[in-house]
């Protein structure tokens, strides 16, 4: 996907941080734990 597409969030965020300002925006909270955060969001990990 290129920088400027648009990107679509259909899908609900499971991160339990709602108070976070990327929540349900997946594309920017990817860019930011990749970018700055360093490991992977919690939408990425199986649940238990």
Do not use: W
């Not at 996907?1 to 920017?28: F, I, L, V």
């Not at 909270?29 to 992977?40: K, M, S, Y």
């Amino acid at each position: 996907m290129g920088k400027n597409e648009a990107c679509s969030n259909e899908r609900p965020c499971t991160c339990p941080y709602t108070d976070c300002e990327n929540h349900g925006r997946c594309c920017a909270c990817v860019a930011h734990h990749r970018d700055v955060a360093g490991g992977i969001p919690n939408c990425f990990k199986k649940e238990n």
